[in-house]
């Protein structure tokens, strides 16, 4: 893939990720609270994540006009996704109620990882070429 396509196809999935991590975590959280809510019935604790995940979309919609100036931020996406998806996993497995979770939110973060991670130049000439 050339440094050009990489660039425009990270800045989509910068958009794309801020934009779920806005408005997409709540929504799911209401229509598949199994897959997306962690806990049976009112929790705290899914406003506390929304907060969060909310703030970090804003970040990555910044990211998307320039990626190699808030290329720390998007590797903390990558490397945050990956800890959160890892500990959730196994919470899934130990905890029959929070199974939904295993094809929920733990295969959504690594997948936001993966295509984080694979987008991300490499290269110094490719970072280069993005200013």
Sequence with gaps: MSDANRLL???IA???IG???IFGIY???IVW?????WGQGHSHYLMMIIGVYATLG????IASRNPYAHKSIIWFTVWSSVVQGAIMG????NDPAERGHLIGDVPALLLVAIILAVLMPRTEK????QV
């Design 27 to 29: 929504t799911l959280g």
């Design 126 to 129: 490719a970072l280069a070429s």
């Design 33 to 37: 609270p199994s897959g997306w809510a």
């Design 90 to 93: 196994v919470q899934s497995f």
């Design 19 to 21: 934009l779920t991590f």
């Design 58 to 61: 804003v970040f990555l919609l």
């Design 14 to 16: 910068l958009i794309v």
């Design 9 to 11: 196809f990270l800045r």
